[in-house]
């Protein structure tokens, strides 16, 4: 308990699945939890349930992938907590299909949401995550930043950009000796509302449990727990580097 007491931390994507879990975990461990995503009602109901745990928390509602929406979002942190101590750049979904049937705009749309928000959250939250003098970013990718997949293309082109524009933020922010340590977690199959759908199709699920070794599909709360450490002190020494929480799909 308490390895995030009395930080400030910013998660997207946080209504539901992994964000919704890593708030809850958050909280647990003593921060401040500044939810956000673009689903209004959803971002209510994620809101109201951390009230059972500590006090203080809030949610913007804001698009990831637009500029201005994420300057205004940075200015109401700063006009209300003064500083940022830690930014999870979770938000994210996918769309696979073949590159014959992949059009221009998801294309676009899948480096939008997966990429470009965590670009943006860099840039704009930085100068918050400075000021703190210890600041930790935590950025989703996932094994398709690492291996690649048929009929995920735009998917694995993002989630491999979000890899090592990961690795770059944390040598620019070491040679800038600002205090930012900036990390990526790569999970493998993971029960969320948004994979749901799928996993409920007895054949797609069984192909995917055929390839890993542990045999089963991760929890939200597992990759929470990952995301805990590195954001927490106990990480002070890991920047540039990948989590990967994949049931030991990578290692064959």
């Given at each position: 308990m308490n390895r995030l007491l009395n930080k400030i931390a910013l998660i997207t994507g946080a209504a539901s699945g992994i964000g919704l879990a890593t708030a809850r975990r958050f909280a647990e461990q003593g921060a401040t939890v500044i939810l956000g995503d673009r689903n209004e009602a959803l971002l209510g109901q994620a809101l109201?349930?951390?009230?059972?745990?500590?006090?203080?928390?809030?949610?913007?509602?804001?698009?990831?992938?637009l500029e201005s929406e994420w300057v205004?979002?940075?200015?109401?942190?700063?006009?209300?907590?003064?500083r940022l101590d830690i930014l999870v750049n979770n938000a994210g979904f996918g769309k696979f299909q073949s590159i014959e049937k992949t059009t221009l705009e998801d294309w676009r749309s899948t480096i939008a949401v997966n990429l470009?928000?965590?670009?943006?959250?860099?840039?704009?939250?930085?100068?918050?995550?400075?000021?703190?003098?210890?600041?930790?970013?935590?950025?989703?990718?996932?094994?398709?930043?690492?291996v690649a997949g048929p009929n995920a293309s735009?998917?694995?082109?993002?989630?491999?950009?979000?890899?090592?524009?990961?690795?770059?933020?944390?040598?620019?922010?070491?040679?800038?000796?600002?205090?930012?340590?900036?990390?990526?977690?790569?999970?493998?199959?993971?029960?969320?509302?948004?994979?749901?759908p799928a996993y409920a199709n007895p054949e797609i699920a069984r192909e995917f449990l055929e390839h890993t070794p542990l045999g089963r599909f991760a929890k939200p709360t597992e990759v929470a727990d990952a995301i805990v450490f590195l954001a927490s002190d106990e990480a002070s020494y890991m920047t540039g580097s990948e989590v990967v929480i994949d049931g030991g799909i990578t290692a064959q």
């Open positions: 109201a349930s951390l009230g059972e745990i500590g006090t203080g928390h809030r949610a913007i509602r804001f698009d990831v992938t205004d979002a940075i200015a109401e942190i700063d006009s209300t907590f003064g470009d928000s965590v670009f943006l959250g860099t840039r704009y939250a930085m100068p918050l995550l400075a000021r703190s003098g210890h600041g930790a970013i935590v950025n989703m990718s996932s094994i398709r930043g690492l735009a998917y694995c082109a993002a989630k491999a950009g979000v890899r090592l524009f990961t690795k770059a933020t944390a040598l620019e922010c070491a040679q800038a000796g600002n205090g930012i340590r900036v990390n990526s977690v790569h999970p493998g199959h993971v029960e969320t509302p948004l994979t749901a």
